[in-house]
């Protein structure tokens, strides 16, 4: 049982580069979500999708995509890469609040974009 | 203002001190109230939930929520140094669960 798995772990772009960041869970969880992390500013939500066939924006979605592709992956996009999306990304899953909480997190990506 | 503020500290206390960490909000939408622990490299890991007002307690660890002053706090009773971590609250409402900056939590030998 590997809870998420993200990968890549690590990866340097230049910018105006594209790369798609994949996370797939195996807890047959409905609800999946894209946060970044930078010091000070805890994580802060991108993307995040309820179920299968929906997503929906979070706190700072711009410059950034994600596709839902079944129940078990959940991918991020960065169509253009600018030094300010440098940081740390973590997927996360969990079931539908009011059946309990409880996000269960990968072992995050380390994104540097020069 | 954000949706849940919380102090990023650092914050370093004697080994076996009790340690008070808090948050507060200001969506009084939220359904659950969350404490996270990360370490250093890691992913957070969820450590307690509350879903009403009112003390939850695990072990040392004591969740308090007052949705009244929309403040919830975490205390860490004879705090170990492999408490050392940084300390993320969370709240959820309908599918989304927004995250506190962390606290680092120091505590010294």
């Known amino acids: 049982n590997a809870g998420v798995t993200q990968t890549p772990k690590f990866q340097v772009l230049k910018t105006g580069q594209s790369m798609t960041l994949q996370c797939a869970q195996d807890m047959n969880h409905n609800s999946m979500y894209w946060y970044r992390q930078d010091p000070g500013m805890g994580l802060r939500l991108i993307y995040y999708?309820?179920?299968?066939?929906?997503?929906d924006k979070g706190e700072v979605p711009n410059g950034y995509n994600v596709s839902r592709l079944n129940k078990r992956e959940f991918s991020l996009r960065l169509e253009s890469a600018a030094p300010s999306q440098t940081s740390v990304y973590f997927c996360?899953?969990?079931?539908?609040?009011?059946?309990?909480?409880?996000?269960?997190f990968g072992q995050g990506t380390r994104l540097t974009v020069v | 203002q954000k949706e849940v503020e919380q102090d990023p500290g650092p914050l370093s206390v004697p080994e076996g001190a009790i340690v008070s960490l808090n948050c507060t909000y200001s969506?009084?939408?939220?359904?659950?109230f969350m404490w996270y622990r990360q370490y250093s490299r890691k992913g957070p890991e969820l450590l307690m939930y509350t879903y009403s007002s009112g003390n939850k307690e695990d072990g040392r660890f004591t969740a308090q929520v007052d949705k009244s002053s929309k403040y919830i706090s975490l205390f860490i009773r004879d705090s170990q140094p492999s408490d050392s971590a940084t300390y993320l609250c969370?709240?959820?409402?309908?599918?989304?669960?927004?995250f506190g900056k962390g606290t680092r939590l120091h505590i010294l030998p």
């Open positions: 969370a709240m959820s409402k309908d599918d989304k669960i927004i």
């Open positions: 969506n009084s939408a939220f359904q659950y």
């Open positions: 999708s309820a179920s299968e066939g929906t997503t």
């Open positions: 996360a899953s969990s079931e539908v609040p009011g059946r309990g909480p409880e996000a269960f």
